[in-house]
């Protein structure tokens, strides 16, 4: 765990190796902060939303506007800390975690779009999902799911990032592995750092 004596090396440089594999991957940290803020808003209109509503509040009212958010914010907060505190980001660890929240809020997005938007009809959605239906407020709605949309894209461009880096590390290690680079005093400090501590971990558990 970080302590606050960490703090003197945050920054949004990030971790090296993503911000040293190309210019792009470097945007990590502020991406994944982008998605953090929108977590949050999209959370408050959610709140909204449901406050709007005219119909009782089931369980599955709840999944779309708060739930699937509230994933997205408890995912964006630790990899903010990975980024931005700790610069270090194990880029399989960010593609797992990336790709499923895209297809999250991607998939609860689209559906829902495609769902409400203009449609009145009478099928079990529409009727206690959409606006036409439950009576709530139209324009927190628009909003609320097309920023959930927005995170969906935001969270799949940050998984090209992280396959990016990945493949990057995995290309280095097979021409360190195969003697036609050399590991740097840093890189050799690092990996030694990192042994250590998963050591460490085996030991306590």
Sequence with gaps: MLGIEGLKDASFQGDLRWARTAKWTGYAPWVVLVIGILSMVEIALGAIWIASLKTDLSFAQVIQPLIAPGLSFFNAIPSLHLHVLARVNPPRLALWFSVSMALIMLISSIFFLGACVGNHGRGSVQRYEC?????GNAKVWDAMVALQ???GVLYAFTSAMAWKVKRALESRDERIAAGLEMVTQEE??????EARERWRYLQAG
């Design 131 to 135: 606006p036409s239906g439950t009576g």
């Design 149 to 151: 949309f927005l995170s």
């Design 188 to 193: 050799k400090e690092r990996r030694e750092s």
